[in-house]
């Protein structure tokens, strides 16, 4: 009887440890902050393909000519959105491959979703949000994010830009050039589109990108290309039309643009694409989000020297203290858990993922619906008392239960929305916009 009964617990661990590997991404974890949970609505993922005509296909440059010869850009958008809920419907297991190390062919993986392809979606016009992932990566890796928000009522939009493999630098101007091309094309149609089917409403538009997609929705919000950066070196001089004082400047920048988020945005250190005051050029809201011991893209000079020099942008900056790069993916897949180079394409080194995916989800949902949908109520889980969140106080007269959350009221400092022990090392900065500022 005795063995019986350790079986049946032993099955019952088993069972739920499964459940919970099984778990998606976009549903956060029990001490998740307030925000961070999923929406009302049920979600639909569809998958679509632009076609962007004529546009310069860097990679094939002829040194001989000089010349960079121009063809159809093809791009395949993953839409997810409020679905009508559907009893029995089945949701969506994604499927992805991201570079392995060396020569090794890519690696594969799989993710569970709650997303119904084809879903009916839900009446009524949505904010449209555009995603732009990081090198080499692939949309559904940052499923966390895009069903999440899908749930609470947006309509996003994740481009899968087909870089190069990240192990090539060779081809780095592919990607340099592409991201903000890429973006501007992608939004513009589907305000188009998008709003003729009765689905967004375009002049509520959001773009998140993570890494080089971070660069990316930079860029394309405003952020002005220096033309003696790494711009000058896109083969035939294919990407001066767009850098400062260019012709086509203008082009790549998003319209209706309202919110604007990078996770762990790439464009500082070495590479300087916008030199010294290309980000005044942003003026919309913008919420950068990064690790202080980010080895790829580089705090000081990254995220940390944008949020100081968009003077022009109401602005925050998140900060996972003592975290890397790895901030924008979902928690690493079974199949991506047996080497530490496919691990690190998802998993940080210090800070627990699930609970990266909580906080950015509660954060990036405060922000989106107070600049999105003109909530000024969201404004108190962004506007924190201390920007330090160890320094946050609970008053022991106030402590009734131990998950609790804060209301940031009567003394309570921690940040609003965050249970009573689970809000440290991590910084939240504010900046309004410079009245002596202006875009250059």
């Given at each position: 009887?005795?063995?019986?009964?350790?079986?049946?617990l032993l099955l019952t661990g088993l069972a739920a440890a499964a459940a919970m590997a099984g778990e998606p991404p976009s549903r956060p974890a029990i001490d998740a902050p307030e925000l961070a949970r999923l929406g009302d609505s049920a979600?639909?993922?569809?998958?679509?393909?632009?076609?962007?005509?004529?546009?310069?296909?860097?990679?094939?440059?002829?040194?001989?000519?000089?010349?960079?010869?121009?063809?159809?850009?093809?791009?395949?958008?993953?839409?997810?959105?409020?679905?009508?809920?559907?009893?029995?419907?089945?949701?969506?297991?994604?499927t992805g491959e991201l570079p392995s190390e060396g020569a090794a062919p890519p690696a594969k993986f799989t993710i569970p979703g709650i997303?119904?392809?084809?879903?009916?979606?839900?009446?009524?016009?949505?904010?449209?949000?555009?995603?732009?992932?990081?090198?080499?990566?692939?949309?559904?890796?940052?499923?966390?994010?895009?069903?999440?928000?899908?749930?609470?009522?947006?309509?996003?939009?994740?481009?899968?830009?087909?870089?190069?493999?990240?192990?090539?630098?060779?081809?780095?101007?592919?990607?340099?050039?592409?991201?903000?091309?890429?973006?501007?094309?992608?939004?513009?149609?589907?305000?188009?589109?998008?709003?003729?089917?009765?689905?967004?409403?375009?002049?509520?538009?959001?773009?998140?990108?993570?890494?080089?997609?971070?660069?990316?929705?930079?860029?394309?919000?405003?952020?002005?290309?220096?033309?003696?950066?790494?711009?000058?070196?896109?083969?035939?001089?294919?990407?001066?039309?767009?850098?400062?004082?260019?012709?086509?400047?203008?082009?790549?920048?998003?319209?209706?643009?309202?919110?604007?988020?990078?996770?762990?945005?790439?464009?500082?250190?070495?590479?300087?694409?916008?030199?010294?005051?290309?980000?005044?050029?942003?003026?919309?809201?913008?919420?950068?989000?990064?690790?202080?011991?980010?080895?790829?893209?580089?705090?000081?000079?990254?995220?940390?020297?944008?949020?100081?020099?968009?003077?022009?942008?109401?602005?925050?900056?998140?900060?996972?203290?003592?975290?890397?790069?790895?901030?924008?993916?979902?928690?690493?897949?079974?199949?991506?858990?047996?080497?530490?180079?496919?691990?690190?394409?998802?998993?940080?080194?210090?800070?627990?993922?699930?609970?990266?995916?909580?906080?950015?989800?509660?954060?990036?949902?405060?922000?989106?619906?107070?600049?999105?949908?003109?909530?000024?109520?969201?404004?108190?889980?962004?506007?924190?008392?201390?920007?330090?969140?160890?320094?946050?106080?609970?008053?022991?007269?106030?402590?009734?239960?131990?998950?609790?959350?804060?209301?940031?009221?009567?003394?309570?400092?921690?940040?609003?929305?965050?249970?009573?022990?689970?809000?440290?090392?991590?910084?939240?900065?504010?900046?309004?916009?410079?009245?002596?500022?202006?875009?250059?």
């Open positions: 009887m005795r063995i019986t009964r350790h079986l049946v979600v639909g993922v569809r998958t679509l393909t632009l076609v962007n005509a004529s546009q310069p296909d860097v990679l094939a440059f002829d040194p001989t000519t000089n010349s960079v010869p121009m063809r159809d850009r093809r791009l395949t958008v993953d839409i997810w959105y409020p679905a009508q809920a559907k009893s029995g419907a089945k949701a969506e297991t994604y997303a119904v392809r084809g879903a009916a979606a839900a009446p009524g016009q949505h904010p449209l949000v555009i995603v732009s992932h990081g090198y080499s990566n692939v949309t559904v890796a940052l499923s966390w994010l895009t069903e999440n928000l899908a749930s609470k009522g947006y309509v996003v939009a994740a481009i899968r830009h087909e870089d190069p493999t990240i192990g090539d630098r060779t081809r780095f101007a592919a990607p340099l050039l592409r991201r903000p091309l890429d973006i501007a094309f992608v939004a513009k149609s589907l305000q188009a589109s998008l709003a003729a089917e009765g689905l967004v409403d375009p002049a509520r538009t959001a773009l998140i990108g993570y890494s080089m997609g971070g660069y990316g929705v930079l860029t394309s919000a405003g952020a002005i290309l220096d033309p003696d950066g790494p711009a000058k070196h896109v083969p035939g001089g294919a990407m001066l039309p767009y850098a400062r004082g260019g012709a086509l400047q203008h082009a790549i920048v998003v319209q209706n643009l309202r919110a604007v988020v990078a996770l762990a945005p790439a464009g500082g250190g070495t590479l300087a694409v916008w030199g010294k005051d290309g980000l005044t050029g942003i003026h919309a809201p913008l919420l950068l989000i990064a690790g202080d011991r980010d080895h790829t893209v580089d705090y000081t000079t990254g995220a940390r020297a944008f949020f100081d020099s968009a003077t022009n942008a109401s602005r925050y900056l998140l900060t996972y203290r003592g975290g890397g790069h790895a901030i924008g993916l979902n928690s690493a897949p079974d199949s991506m858990r047996s080497t530490l180079w496919d691990l690190s394409w998802f998993e940080d080194p210090v800070w627990r993922k699930e609970r990266i995916i909580a906080i950015n989800l509660h954060m990036i949902t405060a922000f989106l619906d107070r600049y999105l949908r003109d909530d000024e109520s969201k404004a108190s889980y962004l506007n924190v008392a201390v920007p330090d969140s160890n320094e946050g106080q609970w008053p022991s007269e106030l402590v009734t239960l131990f998950d609790v959350r804060s209301t940031a009221a009567n003394g309570i400092t921690v940040w609003k929305g965050f249970q009573r022990n689970f809000s440290t090392n991590l910084e939240m900065l504010h900046r309004e916009p410079s009245r002596t500022a202006s875009a250059r």
